[in-house]
């Protein structure tokens, strides 16, 4: 497997329109628009800096997995992604190495990108997110 870059990092939020401010007009980042991935029960927004981007994360639904997040631990820093040349690839050689999944098979994240978790007692508390795109 081969990790090209770090893609993104992913800070769970309560409300994109209010932390969208900060990245938009205080930082002076651009903000590529919202995207709502119904099966994670997520809305994202996007905002490229450099080589990578900042993605906001904010829940649709009390029982979502951003919600659970925030509950747990409040808003921040959720994942980090790494961007990778074969997302199928790479989870069958970290299978091998030992390292628990938590998508066994890449599912559609945003952006039309592959994308699958890592579980973060594989990875030293951090969770950390595959993407090919
Ligand atoms: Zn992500």
């Known amino acids: 497997?081969?990790?090209?870059?770090?893609?993104?990092?992913?800070?769970?939020?309560?409300?994109?329109?209010?932390?969208?401010?900060?990245?938009?007009?205080?930082?002076?980042?651009?903000?590529?628009?919202?995207?709502?991935?119904?099966?994670?029960?997520?809305?994202?927004?996007?905002?490229?800096?450099?080589?990578?981007?900042?993605?906001?994360?904010?829940?649709?639904?009390?029982?979502?997995?951003?919600?659970?997040?925030?509950?747990a631990k409040g808003q921040g820093v959720q994942h980090i992604a790494f961007r990778v040349d074969n997302i199928e690839k790479a989870l069958e050689e970290l299978k091998a190495r030992g390292i628990r999944l938590i998508d066994e098979k890449p599912r559609k994240g945003a952006g039309g990108a592959k994308i699958a978790f890592l579980h973060p007692k594989s990875t030293f508390g951090v969770l950390v997110e595959l993407s090919e795109r």
Not at 30 to 59: C, Y
Request: proline fraction near 4%.
């Open 1 to 71: 497997m081969k990790v090209l870059k770090v893609d993104h990092i992913g800070i769970a939020v309560n409300s994109i329109d209010e932390v969208k401010r900060l990245y938009s007009e205080v930082l002076g980042l651009n903000h590529l628009g919202n995207e709502t991935v119904a099966e994670q029960k997520v809305t994202t927004a996007f905002f490229p800096v450099g080589d990578a981007e900042i993605e906001l994360l904010e829940s649709t639904a009390p029982d979502g997995p951003i919600a659970k997040f925030i509950e």
